[in-house]
Nanobody, 121 residues
């Protein structure tokens, strides 16, 4: 299971750290991805951390502002979001994929309940 948390209402330029608590499997075996869905828009893959060596990947729209990390001992994956923009407003989900990352959100499974991020002044 995966459970995202940490969302909220933030002013433009602010920051948030989202958390994804995982249970029932090892982060050594599954890549974890973050996908977001803005109102009225399709889901967008934003980031992923691979299983074996923790290599990180980012979508073009978030590079330089988002940072994904993990704590294998705590079974947690984090998404640090800096310099938030209005267009970052979305529900953010974490999901898993066996071993390697993929930028196609359809390749992920076991979606947890998302967390809402709202960027507004």
């Amino acid at each position: 299971q995966l459970q995202a948390s940490g969302g909220g209402l933030v002013q433009p330029g602010g920051f948030l750290r989202l958390s994804c608590a995982v249970s029932g499997f090892s982060l050594d075996q599954y890549a974890i991805g973050w996908v977001r869905q803005a109102p009225g828009k399709a889901r967008e893959w934003v980031s992923c951390i691979s299983a074996r060596d923790g290599t990180t990947y980012y979508g073009d729209s978030v590079k330089g502002r988002f940072a994904i990390s993990r704590d294998n001992a705590q079974n947690m994956v984090y998404l640090q979001i800096d310099r938030l923009k209005a267009e970052d407003t979305a529900v953010y989900y974490c999901a898993r994929r066996q071993r390697v990352c993929n930028s196609d959100w359809l390749q992920y499974s076991d979606w947890g309940q998302g967390t809402q991020v709202t960027v507004s002044s």
